[in-house]
């Protein structure tokens, strides 16, 4: 990915972090954008520099329109300082909030805040990379195994999930005649932060290990290793996809 671009949100931890580590490590210059943590996104630019990649940093938070105009801005300014061009390859849509609580447990506040982040940055942060994003490029976004096997213990954010699901098949065909490829990756219980909670129960994990064809719980790595394929060149004939990565759970 030499002379790339990549943008992933939410990049300053967990699979966001992973996947820019990944995209810095085959040779992209990756952005990494962040809500609130600068520390965590300059440990995360420290990292890949230390290993002989490229990154930086840009605030952003992606649950309103005005930041990420504000976003867009200061990137637009960076990305011309240090490449003579606002133009990026990849769009990696990460960002994104759990709320651990069921449906009958979930508030409007839990409610609008989930969709905010997950959905509005998502499709916002696409709409305005558009003018952006070279012929060629590459969206990726995050989706989720419970997009289609829904759980109760997130109840709200199964249903984002389903509908970034539904914002990669309407870019498709919109994108293609720019050959631009959209897909989604559908982790299964991977060891984040939005899983912490319930995989610290032993109980839980060896349930979901038990319930995996490949009997453990998902590493961020192995996330961004899907990922680095779909933004790869090999992936170019691929577009339209949801790509389940857990494992093999409840197979």
């Given amino acids: 990915m030499?002379?790339?671009v990549a943008l992933v949100t939410g990049s300053s931890r967990g699979i966001g972090r992973a996947i820019a580590q990944r995209l810095a490590k085959e040779g992209a210059l990756v952005v990494i954008n962040y809500a609130g943590n600068a520390d965590s996104a300059a440990s995360a630019v420290a990292e890949i520099e230390a290993s002989g990649g490229a990154a930086f940093a840009v605030q952003g938070d992606v649950s309103s329109v005005?930041?990420?105009?504000?976003?867009?801005?200061?990137l637009d300014a960076e990305l011309t300082k240090r490449t003579g061009s606002d133009r990026f390859d990849i769009l990696v849509n990460n960002a994104g909030i759990g709320?651990?609580?069921g449906f009958e447990d979930t508030t409007e506040e839990d409610f609008d805040r989930v969709f905010a982040v997950?959905?509005?940055g998502a499709f916002f942060i696409t709409q305005m990379a558009l003018p952006r994003l070279r012929d060629g490029g590459r969206i990726i976004n995050i989706s989720s195994?419970?997009?289609r096997r829904p759980s109760d213990n997130f109840a709200a954010y199964c249903l984002t999930k389903a509908a970034i699901d539904n914002l990669t098949l309407l870019l498709v065909d919109k994108l293609g005649k720019r050959n631009i490829t959209v897909n989604a990756i559908a982790p299964g219980y991977t060891a984040t932060d939005i899983n912490a909670e319930l995989l610290k129960n032993p109980e839980f994990s060896e349930k979901v290990s038990?319930?995996?064809a490949l009997g453990r719980i998902g590493r961020v790595e192995d996330i961004a290793n899907v990922a680095a394929f779909?933004?790869?060149?090999?992936?170019?004939?691929?577009?339209g996809q949801y790509i389940e990565a857990s494992g093999g759970l409840n197979m």
């Fill in 99 to 101: 709320v651990l609580k």
């Fill in 118 to 120: 997950n959905v509005k």
């Fill in 145 to 147: 195994g419970v997009s």
């Fill in 2 to 4: 030499k002379d790339k």
């Fill in 210 to 212: 038990s319930r995996t």
């Fill in 66 to 74: 005005g930041e990420i105009e504000k976003f867009y801005s200061k």
């Fill in 230 to 239: 779909l933004a790869s060149e090999d992936a170019g004939w691929v577009t």
